[in-house]
């Protein structure tokens, strides 16, 4: 296999695999699978059309030899997934993996933070999106106590699946109130909040720029109460524009898709739960990875296929989204899990 890092038209290097490995969520925040769209009629993949936890690791395996380091598992809800803790163990023997991170929504992770950080996971991204109950419940659309992700949230610092990174979606008039709720509270806990502009992302979230609270509006928001100033990336193609308390209480993010896009620096492929790779968080088209396993495809061929996917990729969807007229049938973001 290559060991040589895929470049793609814009020369990004193939650097971050993220693992949707279930389509299913308990939530149903309003932004990523809204219950009118995601109610009890709703087809989900079928547990055959799952690539199985042997399918994921062997792809994984291919990504790594072609220059992914850092794998993140995602969903829907990965911790609806049954046994996940036994992907990880698979996925942290692979040679060359540097950073094996989940996201989620926190609602079943405080049982298993230890099991799963045994199991070899690094780290978690926790949702967050507000600390006022009733909010919280709004953002989550099924009732879901908020005192539950805050236990979860102790329960991964105890286990030590640390640094702890919190994402709070802000959109206008739902719950940009609490911007500083949050800061507040997670401030000096070690913990690093992200505030992410509410984003277009699929096609069924009624998206409106005028919902969206611009990165530098949070920032000037914080700011005025606790000075802040700029960190630099912790890696090429971070995602999050870093800021450190200048009294020294901690560090928070902004992820500003929609009023500073990042493209030009994105290292990021997604692998759905039923093995369609896509290329960017708003792609129309995913590459079926699945159909070539099943195949009998050899890992030589799997790759040669990923090299060539990758070697075309030209996305830059953020950058465009102005001048994009035409409505595009994107992916759900709850198949590629952001
Ligand atoms: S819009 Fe697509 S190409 Fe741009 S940063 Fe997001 S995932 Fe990457």
Known sequence: MSNMAALDTLERPLRDLRISVTDRCNFRCPYCMPKEVFGRDYSFLPREELLSFEEITRLARI???????????????????????????MLAEIDGVEDLAMTTNGSLLA???????????????????SLDEAVFKVMNDVDFPLDAVLEAIEAANDAGLTPI??????????????ILDMARYFRGSGHIVRFIEYMDVGNTNGWRLDDV???????????AVWPIEPLPANYPGEVAERFRYVDGKGEIGVIASVTQPFCGGCTRARLTADGQLFTCLFATKGY?????????????EIERYIRSVWGARDDRYSELRASNTIPLEKVEMSRIGG
């Open 63 to 89: 990504f790594v030899a072609n220059g992914v380091e850092k794998l993140r598992l995602t969903g829907g809800e990965p911790l609806l997934r049954r046994d996940l803790e036994t992907l990880v163990s």
């Open 111 to 129: 049982p298993r933070a230890n099991i799963l950080k045994a199991a070899g996971l690094k780290r978690v991204t926790i949702s967050v999106d």
């Open 165 to 178: 990174k919190l994402d709070m979606v802000v959109k206008r008039g739902v719950n940009d109130a609490d």
């Open 213 to 223: 609270v611009p990165a530098a509006e949070i920032i000037s928001r914080i700011n």
């Open 288 to 300: 079926n990875l699945k159909k070539l396993l099943r195949a009998g495809a050899s890992n030589a």
